[in-house]
């Protein structure tokens, strides 16, 4: 059986993630993980559950298999959310873009495919602009910003 801080470090080491860049996502201090990874104590449901999250797993998949104490287990919760903001617009932007393609595709009337396209683009740059200032991790910030500057150019 793994333990579950093993598992933890395991996880994070395999994201190329620092104990300092995990604890912050998360919501806890560097010594707080570093207590967890090597054994020294358990995190609560909640934490057990963003961990889950950040590691794009269900909680119970996250410490099936562990050492994680029952007691807290069945208090876990089936399912965590997984994604951010960031990710979920950028998913919805992407979505959209794949549809102005398909207007080109089937020979949509340009001015119009044109029109749909300008409003479709300045409707995600003004979402995306008022959205940036409140992104605070750094991997989601390039990943906006990459968005922000490929909207802004065309």
Same mark, same amino acid.
């Given at each position: ?6 598992? /933890?470090?395991? @996880?994070?080491?395999? *994201? ?5 860049? @995990?604890?912050? #996502? /998360?919501?806890?201090? %560097? ?8 054994? *020294?104590?358990?995190?609560?449901? #909640? ?9 794009? @797993? ?11 104490? $029952? ?7 089936? /399912? ?9 617009? @950028?998913?919805? *932007?992407? %979505?959209?873009?794949?549809?102005? +393609? ?5 020979? +949509?009337?340009?001015? +119009?495919? $044109? ?10 740059? #003004? ?7 409140? /992104? ?6 390039? *990943? ?11």
């Amino acid at each position: 059986m793994e333990s579950f801080g093993r598992r /933890v470090a395991r @996880l994070r080491t395999g *994201l190329g993630w620092t104990q300092q860049r @995990l604890a912050e #996502r /998360v919501g806890i201090s %560097r010594v707080g993980l570093s207590h967890i990874e090597a054994a *020294l104590t358990f995190p609560n449901e #909640r934490t057990a559950t963003l961990l889950a999250a950040t590691f794009d @797993l269900e909680p119970h998949q996250l410490v099936d298999g562990t050492n994680y104490p $029952e007691p807290k287990t069945v208090r876990l919760p089936l /399912v965590a959310a997984r994604h951010t903001e960031v990710e979920h617009a @950028l998913a919805l *932007l992407e %979505r959209d873009e794949r549809w102005l +393609v398909r207007l080109e595709e089937l020979g +949509v009337d340009p001015p +119009v495919a $044109e029109g749909e396209r300008r409003a479709v683009r300045a409707g995600w740059r #003004r979402r995306l602009d008022e959205l940036a200032p409140s /992104v605070l991790d750094p991997d989601q910030a390039r *990943l906006l910003g990459a968005a922000r500057r490929r909207l802004h150019t065309r």
